[in-house]
Antibody, heavy 117, light 107 residues
């Protein structure tokens, strides 16, 4: 069974860097065409795609957030990590990771992050 | 970046109704259009990918069509479990983008 699970701090202060981890199991990231994306959703708002990592190490980012985002992998732990710098209250959201190349077919349950001093 | 625009933003419908949601891309995306269903407090669920292919386990009352820039999600005979928010997403080019969502409410 394919599963993804997000983890990270529930509360961060403004200007801090957020680091989130997506731990996955049940599939091999070395298989061709495997991508892991991060998506967020502010309270009551729409989904926003943030970044994607291809296991060939190609990386893609949202245009408006690309200067603040870094996506990386830990192959030994089957994890994908997302870092977002200079956090602001507007970044308060539920953050999801999801698997897929042309479709996001498996999602984690999400982790809620609040940005507040 | 490719902008995705859904209409309507919300709609009210009754059980048994046929519902249509439109998604328009700001430029051609071929058939790389996906639809997701999201219920409150839950992660989105993939319904349809590549415009019209039903994800495994999704009821056949859901269908998708379109090409280029204009796409449609249709729900035939709306069921109580279908009241949710629906999002389209393009995966034609990065950055991937979602529509703003369509909330389907009970009339």
């Amino acid at each position: 069974q394919v599963t993804l699970r997000e983890s990270g701090p529930a509360l961060v202060k403004p200007t801090q860097t957020l680091t989130l981890t997506c731990a996955f199991s049940g599939f091999s990231p070395s298989s061709s065409g495997i991508y892991v994306s991060w998506i967020r959703q502010p309270p009551g708002k729409a989904l926003e795609w943030l970044a994607r990592l291809d296991w060939d190490d190609d990386k893609y980012y949202d245009t408006s957030l690309r200067t603040r985002l870094t996506i990386s992998r830990d192959t030994s732990k089957n994890q994908v990590v997302l870092s977002m710098t200079n956090m602001d209250p507007v970044d308060t959201a539920t953050y999801y990771c999801a698997r897929g190349r042309r479709k996001l077919d498996v999602w984690g349950k999400g982790t809620t992050v609040t940005v507040s001093s | 970046d490719i902008q995705m625009t859904q209409s309507p933003s919300s709609l009210s419908a009754s059980v048994g109704d046929r519902v249509t949601i439109i998604c328009r891309a700001s430029q051609t995306i071929s058939s790389y259009l996906n639809w997701y269903q999201q219920k409150p407090g839950k992660a989105p669920k993939l319904l349809i990918y590549d415009t019209s292919t039903l994800e495994r386990g999704v009821p056949s009352r859901f269908s998708g069509s379109g090409s280029g820039t204009d796409f449609t999600l249709t729900i035939n005979s709306l069921q109580p479990a279908d009241f949710a928010t629906y999002y389209c997403q393009q995966t034609y080019s990065s950055p991937w983008t979602f529509g703003q969502g369509t909330k389907v409410e009970i009339k």
